[in-house]
């Protein structure tokens, strides 16, 4: 008996080429998981040792070493484009060793059972864990390279952004709940059953039908996969270089380092200013933290798609930057804002909002910069260098607090959103306003 055509066939259930919701459900299911550690160290556990007497320089110190991988995740793409077990599939290999090396971290976190006061345990533990995020986010970046038809990458990316957001949120959420209750131990574990399941779910999916599921299971390179040559160090590196370092490539690379720096001061400054400031629980931060988180993930894609299709990318990324400095003037014109509870989740809320509004509308600007034939490569190159000055960030954050306080801090985020925002407008790329051909209008160039 034939299957129905409305559904993919038996034997390509859990095949990604061959079914669209498997491919859009499990890359989101991706995203979730490398976010769950991002709101755990970001948010609950920044919030934690600052509750308990961290100073702001140890506060940069475990945001910076644990956010330090997703900064140098270029290395993993190189390897992943040269190195791989093809019967597996392309990727599927990186993603299986990057989901298991965050159960392991997860683990070894749980046994070393670190305490607030432990901040270098902390930070070196949640580097490890790191790193499996960001391989893994290499890799399932290089699955939705490999896989995805045209028609589906819009999509997709909604897909993956709302997961990575929705695990942000349960990280901080759930993390500072149990921090607060039941110390490390109990969190890292609470943690371990979430990152288990999306790793069982890399090892029983299959990229392209006849591949392998395990390297001692039946099964070959698919044809598909074959095809792709593989392409030497030399290539990789000459081919990335040259279109790196082109004009626009360079002050796309400039501007985002200055807005993201700016994304970075927020990073560490509101765990210590909620905590410590405005006397807010661990608890009642990280639960504000994933609820706003809940409210943007939805809007931001929305009102980024708006942005987008009205303005196109690039003038959408000035408009998102430009609303550091509506953040930065608040704080100098009403300084205790932020010491109300309502302020203070209202200021947050427009924070989180910023960085994923600049996020998403630099995305398209991202994918018309990459040469397609290191397409994994230069893409992951720019995520990178974008999350760069994040941990950069963090530390201007404690040297800003060192000169002169918020107010030398908030002005120091003026300056670099405007900076930013003068970069950005001298792109000549990202002009395209997308319209609707069904309403009657067609595409045009600014």
């Known amino acids: 008996m034939s299957s129905s055509p409305s559904s993919p066939p038996t034997g390509s259930r859990l095949i990604l080429s061959e079914n669209k919701r498997l491919r859009l459900g ?13 709101g755990l160290y970001l948010t609950a556990v920044s919030a934690w040792v600052s509750k308990n007497g961290a100073s702001p320089s140890d506060v940069a110190f475990l945001v910076t070493t644990t956010y330090l991988p997703w900064s140098f995740k270029f290395f993993g793409a190189a390897l992943m484009d040269r190195y791989t077990y093809r019967a597996m599939g392309r990727r599927r290999i990186w993603l299986i060793a990057s989901q298991f090396l965050m159960f392991i971290g997860l683990l070894v976190a749980a046994l070393a059972s670190p305490g607030p006061g432990d901040i270098s345990l902390l930070a070196y533990v949640g580097f490890a864990i790191f790193v499996g995020s960001a391989m893994q986010d290499v890799a399932v970046d290089g699955l939705a390279v490999d896989l995805l ?10 897909f993956m952004f709302a ?9 901080a959420a759930l993390g500072g709940t149990l921090l607060a209750k039941y110390g490390s131990t109990v969190t890292f574990l609470g943690f371990v059953p979430l990152v288990g399941i999306t790793c069982l779910l890399a090892i029983i999916l299959r990229e ?3 591949e392998k599921i395990l390297p001692w299971t039946a099964g070959q390179a698919s044809p598909a996969t074959s095809l792709v040559g593989s392409i030497n160090w030399l290539a990789i ?25 700016t994304g970075g001061i927020f990073v560490a400054f509101w765990p210590a200013y909620a905590t410590t400031k405005a006397s807010w629980s661990t608890q009642d931060y990280s639960t504000m933290v994933a609820v706003v988180g809940l409210f943007v993930s939805v809007g931001g894609m929305g009102l980024g798609s708006f942005l987008n299709a009205r303005l196109g990318p690039r003038r959408s990324c000035i408009f998102s930057a430009g609303f550091y400095i509506v953040i930065g003037g608040l704080f100098l014109a009403f300084p205790q804002m932020g010491l109300l509870w309502g302020g203070l989740i209202a200021l947050y809320a427009l924070t989180d909002s910023t960085s994923l509004l600049f996020t998403i509308s630099g995305n398209p600007l991202r994918m018309r910069l990459c040469d397609k034939r290191v397409a ?16 950069a ?3 201007l954050l404690a040297w800003t607090s060192a000169q002169g306080g918020q107010a030398i801090t908030m002005g120091t985020v003026i300056g670099l959103a405007i900076a930013g925002m003068i970069l950005m407008s001298l792109l000549r790329i990202g002009n395209v306003i997308d319209t609707n051909p069904e309403m ?3 595409p045009r160039q600014d």
Do not use: C
């Open 163 to 171: 997961g990575q957001t929705f695990g942000i949120a349960i990280g």
């Open 26 to 38: 499990s890359m989101m299911a991706f995203y979730f998981a490398q976010g769950l550690p991002i």
């Open 440 to 442: 009657g209008r067609t």
């Open 376 to 391: 994994a490569t230069q893409f992951t190159i720019y995520n990178s260098l974008g999350n760069l000055p994040v941990p």
């Open 393 to 395: 960030g963090a530390y």
């Open 149 to 158: 038809p045209e028609d589906e990458q819009g999509t997709a990316s909604a």
């Open 208 to 210: 392209r039908t006849g």
């Open 237 to 261: 590196l000459k081919l990335t270089l040259v279109s790196l370092i082109r004009r626009d490539s360079l002050l796309y690379l400039a501007a985002t380092s200055v807005v993201r720096m």
